[in-house]
């Protein structure tokens, strides 16, 4: 019988890998609770209509890149293909946005049809981050002071680099929209087939083509910064003196607009060059509106969405996993004889008075010399052997495998004050 393999863009997670994963999920989840940033936690599956609503009908998600069908009852249901939508829902539909404010995180995969490639998966790992009930600039320079913080932690600052745009109100952006229909229409015939495209649909895509040939022609283009109110242009110019002041370095890309429709007034990418196209490593910007459009009560919004494949890959790419990372145990118990039962006991006691030791119990028998050879490539740092005259004695032999300390037969609490100082 053939092998049932895994859908493509789905990827395993193994053993080897998952230590990383594990270093860089702890990382961001400290950073992000260190900003008083609380986790919410909300369904993989969601009705079709919030995504339609608050990503837009004519954005790359909702025309081509979901996972709907009908369910059962025949009720159009989606996999979520970003976090936000469901993260309005959630918090609008538990109360947590009357009047409040609330800073959320959260972290799960995500489900895109899209070509898989380097970076680019169909379903894929996000960490995210929302505030609600804040408009000034204040919060969305603590977003930005907060991701530069991590990316510190991660020793990943060198990497990364920020982009920043504000894009007006919704009144701003429509007669921008207008005019720049008008200015591509008169070049109708410079266009590639994907910008005539979305010239209809959705013109302001156009600005982030990655064709050099728009993009000259862009050069020429209505500006979108002249068609900003004071109201956007006050609050982007607070942000960057808002950044300055915390040196945090950024460069303003005017064509920055981000592919989702609910945006407003600040965007941002953090975007790497060490990872060829899939460069952008954590993006977001302000969400004014959505609460309402989604049928709440108005509330300001900020957040972001960072990839978690793209980080370790440019994690393992620039060499900024420590070694450690990758051990998963720290000591490791030989059982030389019929000592199965002494060797249970003692490990027990072992666990229940060294917080946070990791030990691996040999398990299947075997010769002295093998089990030492597993003890040596698991990694773990010393070997605990119990033999019968160990046994016998209730001591515990301790042998140091990654320095040249002499090995020792001791009484167990003294092996258990040894271990808490590894
Ligand atoms: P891109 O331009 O690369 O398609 P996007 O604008 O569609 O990105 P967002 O919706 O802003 O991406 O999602 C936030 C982050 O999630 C991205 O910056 C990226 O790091 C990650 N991401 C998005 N789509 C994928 C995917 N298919 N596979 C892996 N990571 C992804
Ligand atoms: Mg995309």
Same mark, same amino acid.
């Given at each position: 019988?053939?092998?049932?393999?895994?859908?493509?863009?789905?990827?395993?997670?193994?053993? =080897?890998?998952?230590?990383?994963?594990?270093?860089?999920?702890?990382? %961001?989840?400290?950073?992000?609770?260190?900003?008083?940033?609380?986790?919410? *936690?909300?369904?993989? @599956?969601?009705?079709? =209509?919030? !995504?339609?609503?608050?990503?837009?009908?004519?954005?790359?998600?909702? #025309?081509?890149?979901?996972?709907?069908?009908?369910?059962?009852?025949?009720?159009?249901?989606?996999?979520?293909?970003?976090?936000?939508?469901?993260?309005?829902?959630?918090? =609008?539909?538990?109360?947590?946005?009357?009047?409040?404010?609330?800073?959320?995180?959260?972290?799960?995969?995500? !489900?895109?049809?899209?070509?898989?490639?380097?970076? *680019?998966?169909?379903?894929?790992?996000?960490?995210?981050? #929302?505030?609600?009930?804040?408009?000034?600039?204040?919060?969305?320079?603590?977003?930005?002071?907060?991701?530069?913080? @991590?990316? #510190?932690?991660?020793? $990943?600052?060198?990497? %990364?680099?920020?982009? %920043?745009?504000?894009?007006?109100?919704?009144?701003?952006?429509?007669?921008?929209?207008?005019?720049?229909?008008?200015?591509?229409?008169?070049?109708? /015939?410079? $266009?590639?087939?994907?910008?005539?495209?979305?010239?209809?649909?959705?013109? &302001?895509?156009?600005?982030?083509?990655?064709?050099?040939?728009?993009? +000259?022609?862009?050069?020429?283009?209505?500006?979108?910064?002249?068609?900003?109110?004071?109201?956007?242009?006050?609050?982007?110019? +607070?942000?960057?003196?808002?950044?300055?002041?915390?040196?945090?370095?950024?460069?303003?890309?005017?064509? &920055?607009?981000?592919?989702?429709?609910?945006?407003?007034?600040?965007?941002?990418?953090?975007?790497?060059?060490?990872?060829?196209?899939?460069?952008?490593?954590?993006?977001?910007?302000?969400?004014?509106?959505?609460?309402?459009?989604?049928?709440?009560?108005?509330?300001?919004?900020?957040?972001?969405?960072?990839?978690?494949? *793209? $980080?370790?890959?440019?994690?393992?790419?620039?060499?900024?996993?420590?070694?450690?990372? /990758?051990?998963?145990?720290?000591?490791?118990?030989?059982?030389?004889?019929?000592?199965?039962?002494?060797?249970?006991?003692?490990? #027990?006691?072992? *666990?229940?008075?060294? +917080?946070?030791?990791?030990?691996?119990?040999?398990?299947?028998?075997?010769?002295?010399?093998?089990?030492?050879?597993?003890?040596?490539?698991?990694?773990?740092?010393?070997?605990?052997?119990?033999?019968?005259?160990?046994?016998?004695? =209730?001591?515990?032999?301790?042998?140091?495998?990654?320095?040249?300390?002499?090995?020792?037969?001791?009484?167990?609490?003294?092996?258990?004050?040894?271990?808490?100082?590894?």
């Amino acid at each position: 019988m053939s092998k049932i393999q895994s859908l493509r863009g789905m990827n395993d997670l193994l053993p =080897e890998q998952s230590p990383t994963w594990q270093y860089l999920e702890q990382k %961001i989840k400290d950073v992000l609770q260190s900003y008083g940033y609380r986790e919410i *936690r909300f369904p993989l @599956l969601e009705s079709t =209509e919030l !995504f339609k609503r608050s990503i837009g009908e004519v954005t790359d998600i909702v #025309e081509k890149e979901m996972y709907t069908w009908l369910d059962r009852n025949g009720d159009s249901v989606t996999l979520r293909p970003e976090g936000t939508a469901g993260c309005v829902r959630a918090s =609008e539909q538990n109360g947590l946005l009357r009047n409040q404010v609330q800073r959320l995180w959260y972290s799960g995969p995500m !489900f895109r049809y899209e070509r898989p490639q380097k970076g *680019r998966l169909r379903q894929f790992h996000q960490f995210g981050a #929302e505030v609600f009930g804040l408009e000034g600039p204040d919060v969305d320079a603590e977003m930005l002071v907060m991701t530069a913080r @991590l990316w #510190e932690e991660l020793g $990943l600052s060198e990497h %990364i680099k920020l982009q %920043i745009n504000s894009l007006g109100n919704a009144l701003n952006r429509a007669q921008y929209r207008d005019a720049l229909v008008e200015f591509l229409s008169a070049h109708k /015939d410079s $266009l590639d087939e994907d910008s005539q495209r979305r010239l209809d649909s959705n013109p &302001l895509r156009i600005l982030d083509s990655k064709n050099s040939q728009i993009q +000259a022609l862009l050069d020429t283009a209505p500006n979108l910064h002249d068609f900003l109110d004071a109201e956007s242009t006050e609050h982007f110019a +607070a942000l960057r003196a808002l950044l300055d002041s915390a040196e945090v370095a950024y460069e303003i890309n005017p064509r &920055l607009v981000r592919g989702l429709d609910y945006y407003g007034k600040t965007v941002f990418e953090w975007i790497t060059d060490s990872l060829g196209a899939q460069g952008t490593v954590c993006a977001g910007g302000r969400y004014d509106g959505l609460v309402e459009q989604l049928g709440g009560k108005p509330s300001p919004a900020v957040g972001f969405g960072m990839g978690e494949e *793209r $980080l370790v890959l440019l994690l393992d790419a620039v060499g900024a996993v420590p070694d450690s990372v /990758d051990l998963y145990v720290d000591a490791y118990l030989v059982v030389a004889g019929e000592v199965t039962q002494q060797a249970l006991r003692c490990s #027990e006691l072992i *666990r229940s008075q060294c +917080a946070g030791l990791r030990i691996q119990n040999h398990c299947g028998g075997g010769s002295f010399k093998s089990q030492m050879k597993k003890a040596d490539r698991s990694g773990a740092k010393v070997a605990l052997i119990i033999g019968e005259d160990e046994a016998a004695a =209730e001591k515990v032999t301790i042998k140091y495998l990654r320095e040249t300390t002499e090995q020792q037969t001791l009484a167990l609490a003294d092996v258990i004050n040894l271990l808490n100082q590894l």
